[in-house]
């Protein structure tokens, strides 16, 4: 028998052949191209029937569309157009999955550099309704189609909504005027506004109460954020106070969001009583800078766990008590502590930083005598953990997202809007770190609630004169 083009894949299927026109007789080049009255004829692929013994050509596809859409149009069920869609969207995402991996599902290749480890189901809203959609994960990295990404879209849907009441209540600025043009939501009236924003109000809201259920939180990070909303016709500076923690299993979490009029003892103190209400236990550090209403609500709200003070916070406290020629060499030997490979050796190295100071800078030695304690918590834990609890630099990182979001608005109009903003942008960031790799190993979780350090200080001050200073 002569080969068959693509189109007469199914023939034996449907009972009926093509057109002989369809084929072709003649010769085939090693491309798989044949020239047809003029046309030039691609064969996909060929392969032997074992009944036959001729070559037939067929597609390399998961599906087959001709009998998928035969079989859907026989049964004539009611969610036809959602069941297809469905289909196609999984074998989207599979062939997608494959791409990454390097390699067919289930098939051994040399060239494989991943490997499918199940799935997880998400619901993809689409004009033919909400799907059901299997999304491939990965045993190595992630994998999320970013067509399929919807806490984008409510991020987005945030910013719209906040720049549309802003332009509806006639606060926008050229720059806000350029924004909503762009946009595209210049006709947007105050009761679609309303709608828009009592969506996201809620879904904010249900964020920042949900129960804190995924404890111990070991680690916690707390710091604030200074923004702008106008109240009472004047522009006011507020403080979005904001945790993160690290969960039993290893994944960081947004804890909670408050906006205070203050960066106070009293603001600090309710926000922390309400993540313990909501269920925040087992929190062994704390890592923050040194405000004091900061410090003494986390004394008054989670007794048992130390403070870590923020080394980089620290170091510019430090340079402010310190002579500006003498801050790069004092400077050096504070980084110096940091390096050191083990919690003897960063006591050791403290103490000579120390005396170092002592004679030339006596009130800088005191600074950093007084602060020893707090600086120096880390140490308490596995040196594996020392850079991810010793510093606010990932909170940071952190509080740059949403001022890249909030800094597009300048100036809020209130602080609903602030919250729906700063809220939707913490909530995609929540989902991504769930999603995404472990911040922190189970088993040096484990270590560090079980067997913390013991404190060598005392040992370290005893052997300390004996050893060089060095940077």
């Known amino acids: 028998m002569s080969p068959r083009c693509l189109v007469a894949a199914t023939a034996s299927r449907g009972g009926e052949l093509r057109p002989a026109e369809w084929c072709t007789d003649r010769p085939v080049d090693g491309r798989g191209v044949s020239v047809q009255g003029g046309h030039r004829v691609i064969l996909w692929k060929t392969f032997h029937s074992a009944s036959e013994g001729d070559t037939t050509v067929t597609a390399p596809s998961s599906i087959d569309p001709a009998r998928f859409l035969h079989d859907q149009l026989a049964s004539a069920s009611p969610d036809l157009l959602r069941s297809m869609l469905t289909v196609f969207v999984n074998t989207l995402m599979s062939a997608e999955a494959d791409a990454i991996c390097g390699a067919p599902y289930g098939m051994p290749d040399p060239d494989r550099v991943n490997v499918r480890n199940g799935y997880r189901h998400r619901d993809f809203d689409t004009r033919a309704g909400t799907l059901d959609v299997a999304i491939p994960k990965l045993r ?73 259920d995924a404890g111990p939180y070991t680690f916690l990070a707390a710091d604030a954020l200074v923004l702008k909303v106008r109240e009472g016709g004047r522009v006011v500076n507020v403080h979005a106070l904001l945790a993160t923690g690290v969960n039993a299993d290893g994944h960081r979490e947004i804890l909670g969001l408050q906006v205070t009029s203050a960066e106070d003892g009293a603001g600090w103190l309710t926000f922390f009583r309400d993540l313990t209400a909501r269920g925040l236990t087992g929190v062994q550090l704390v890592t923050s800078d040194a405000h004091r209403g900061l410090v003494e609500a986390i004394g008054a709200t989670l007794p048992g766990a130390a403070w870590q003070r923020c080394r980089t916070h620290y170091a510019a406290n430090l340079m402010s008590a310190t002579p500006k020629a003498s801050w790069p060499w004092v400077k050096t030997l504070l980084h110096s502590v940091y390096d050191q490979p083990d919690a003897a050796s960063v006591h050791a190295q403290y103490d000579r930083l120390v005396d170092a100071v002592l004679e030339k800078l006596p009130k800088v030695a005191g600074h950093l005598d007084a602060a020893r304690p707090d600086v120096l918590a880390f140490t308490s834990f596995p040196k594996e953990i020392w850079r991810q609890i010793w510093s606010n630099n990932p909170q940071e990182r952190l509080n740059r997202e949403i001022r890249r979001r909030t800094d597009v608005v300048g100036i809020f109009p209130d602080r609903d809007s602030l919250i729906r903003l700063a809220g939707a942008v913490l909530a995609e960031q929540h989902d991504e770190w769930a999603e995404g790799r472990r911040y922190l190993g189970l088993d040096v979780l484990a270590r560090s609630r079980t067997s913390l350090v013991p404190d060598t200080a005392q040992e370290v001050h005893q052997t300390s004169d004996l050893q060089a200073l060095s940077a």
Not at 152 to 173: F, H, I, N, P, Q
Not at 175 to 180: F, G, H, I, N, S
Not at 201 to 206: L, W
Request: with cysteine; charged share 25%; net charge positive.
């Open 140 to 212: 190595s990295g992630s994998y999320f189609p970013d067509w399929l990404l919807e806490r984008r879209r409510r991020a987005e849907a945030a910013l719209t909504s906040v720049v549309a009441t802003c332009y509806l209540l006639g606060v926008s600025t050229r720059r806000m005027e350029k924004l909503v043009e762009s946009l595209g939501i210049t006709r947007l009236s105050r009761s679609q506004v309303s709608v828009m924003a009592a969506d996201l109000d809620a879904q904010v809201a249900d964020f920042r109460t949900r129960p804190l």
